[in-house]
C-alpha cells in the first residue's frame, strides 16, 4: 500500500524556536498533501491543504505566518512552526492524497518548552 | 462547509460480538466515505471505504453501509478481538472540495475479554 514518512517522530524545543517536519510519500506521487493537529482524545483538525508548485491553503483560524507550508516536490512537503509557544504543542500529522484516499504520516509529537 | 457527527464517543463490547459505529453527514454533494483506525500515539489507518455509488461494502470481519438518502453511513465489526480496540474515525469527502476530508469526532471501542 501507499507509503507516508513523516520526521521528526518526536521534537522538543524552546519557546519562541522555529521546528520543521517533513512529509514525504515513499512510492507515490501525491499533487495534494494535507497537515493536521491532534490534540489527546480529539479528532483530526484540518490545518491546511498543501498543492505541488502552489501555495498552500490555510483552514480558517490557521495563521499562515505562524505554521509555513511548503510543497517543493510531488513527494515532499514540510510545515514549520515558525516562533513556536507552549499552546503550540501537539500531535502534528500529515497525509497524502492517492486518488480518493489519504494515507497518513505517523505524526510528529511537538512539545515546547 | 461538510459536518460530520459521529456516535457514539465511547463503545464497549465483548469479544465476539459486533460493534456498529454510525456517521451522518450534512452535505449531499459528499461522493466518498472513508474509516479510519488510530491506535494510542500511531498514526490513522483506512480500514475500509465507500463511494457514493455503492450501498454497501464488505472485507472480511468489517462491512460498512451507505444511506444517501438520510445521509448516513455505517461501519460493523463483526467477530471483535481485543486487537480491535482502538479509536475510529468515519470522514466525508466534498465533490469539489479537492480530496478534503472532514473527520466525525471519534470513537473509542473497547473489546473486553
Known amino acids: 500500500g501507499a507509503v507516508v514518512s513523516q520526521h521528526p517522530s518526536r521534537v522538543i524545543c524552546k519557546s519562541g524556536t522555529s521546528v520543521k517536519i517533513e512529509c514525504r510519500s515513499l512510492?507515490?506521487?501525491?499533487?495534494?498533501m494535507f497537515w493536521y493537529r491532534q490534540f489527546p482524545k480529539q479528532s483530526l483538525m484540518l490545518m491546511a491543504t498543501?498543492?505541488?508548485?502552489?501555495?498552500?491553503?490555510?483552514e480558517q483560524g490557521v495563521e499562515k505566518d505562524k505554521f509555513l507550508i511548503n510543497h517543493a516536490s510531488l513527494t515532499l512537503s514540510t510545515l514549520t512552526v515558525t516562533s513556536a509557544h507552549p499552546e503550540d504543542s501537539s500531535f502534528y500529522i500529515c497525509?497524502?492524497?492517492?486518488?480518493?484516499?489519504?494515507?497518513f504520516g505517523p505524526g510528529t509529537r511537538l512539545t515546547v518548552t | 462547509g461538510e459536518n460530520v457527527e459521529q456516535h457514539p464517543s465511547t463503545l464497549s463490547v465483548q469479544e465476539g460480538d459486533s460493534a456498529v459505529i454510525k456517521c451522518t453527514y450534512s452535505d449531499s454533494a459528499s461522493n466518498y466515505f472513508p474509516w479510519y483506525k488510530q491506535e494510542l500515539g500511531k498514526r490513522p489507518q483506512l480500514i475500509i471505504d465507500?463511494?457514493?455509488?455503492?450501498g454497501e461494502k464488505k472485507d472480511q470481519r468489517i462491512a460498512v453501509t451507505l444511506n444517501k438518502t438520510a445521509k448516513h453511513f455505517s461501519l460493523h465489526i463483526t467477530e471483535t478481538q481485543p486487537e480491535d480496540s482502538a479509536v475510529y474515525f468515519c470522514a466525508a469527502r466534498l465533490t469539489g472540495g479537492g480530496n478534503k476530508l472532514t473527520f466525525g469526532t471519534g470513537t473509542q471501542l473497547k473489546v473486553e475479554l
Open positions: 512510492d507515490f506521487q501525491a499533487t495534494t
Open positions: 498543501s498543492n505541488e508548485g502552489s501555495k498552500a491553503t490555510y
Open positions: 465507500i463511494r457514493s455509488n455503492v
Open positions: 497525509s497524502a492524497s492517492f486518488g480518493y484516499e489519504q494515507y
